[in-house]
């Protein structure tokens, strides 16, 4: 019986060594993928650990990073992401990897946005934004409010806005108007650079930025 303890106290003990490591090579390569100013938090499931390194096949990570982005100016400015990824794979114990797909969340604070769109855009309420602008009506200087719902262009990975509100001089104009000065005043907002080459899927406004949802297959982990 004490044999028996032995060796199943110690196969815990190098399943959980086994699991930290993998962990720390996972959290290291990414880090520099999806540029964050510290390592992601990272998390294996699944149990044993060592059946899977034998395997070469992790089942499941669960990845949380702040700043993504931070440190590389290609890569699309997130302030928050959480990412679930599955069917790690490996042929080199774990120095690269292969992610057989990756989704999850992320968030882009308006202030980025703002920059991206080179206009200033912040929320409203009910899941939509307000994008200000400047511009001529019959030769004169006025200041436009739209306001709408962020709504995603996949094929472009671009953003634009859904159910169009528009108040000029203070005169809310008719919907068919507000489309045409819609597609005139604001232009498709890119997101491109998303972390890890994810591609956008959903998009939707709330109080803290816009939520991305975002998913990938066959990403490649490397150093």
């Known amino acids: 019986m004490l ?13 959980r060594w086994a699991k930290a490591t ?27 650990f060592l059946v899977q390194v034998l395997n070469r ?21 997130v302030q928050h992401g959480d ?7 490996s042929t080199d114990w774990y120095r690269t990897m292969t992610a057989g797909h990756i ?3 992320a968030l882009l604070g308006y202030d980025d946005m703002s920059q991206l769109a080179g206009l200033t855009v912040s929320y409203v309420a009910d899941g939509r934004v307000e994008i200000n602008v400047n511009t001529q ?25 859904a159910d169009p509100k528009i108040t000029v001089a203070e005169v809310n104009l008719p919907d068919l108007t507000a489309q045409a000065l819609l597609k005139a005043l604001v232009q498709p907002i890119e997101l491109t650079g998303v972390p890890l080459g994810l591609k956008l899927t959903s ?21």
Do not use: C, W, Y
């Open 137 to 161: 009506v019959f030769g004169v200087s006025v200041h436009a409010k739209i306001t709408g719902k962020p709504r995603l262009e996949p094929g472009k990975q671009a953003v634009t806005l």
């Open 103 to 105: 989704e999850g969340v």
């Open 203 to 223: 998009v939707s406004a709330e109080g803290d930025g816009l939520h991305l949802s975002v998913a990938g297959d066959n990403v490649q982990l490397k150093p």
């Open 22 to 48: 993998v962990e720390q090579r996972v959290a290291q390569q990414l880090q520099v993928s999806l540029g964050t100013p510290q390592q992601p938090r990272v998390a294996i499931t699944g149990f044993p």
């Open 57 to 77: 096949d992790v089942r499941a990570v669960q990845v949380a990073a702040d700043d993504l982005g931070a440190g590389n100016q290609a890569l699309l400015p």
């Open 3 to 15: 044999a028996v303890g032995l060796l199943t106290a110690g196969l815990m003990i190098g399943d």
């Open 83 to 89: 990412f679930t990824v599955t069917d790690v794979t």
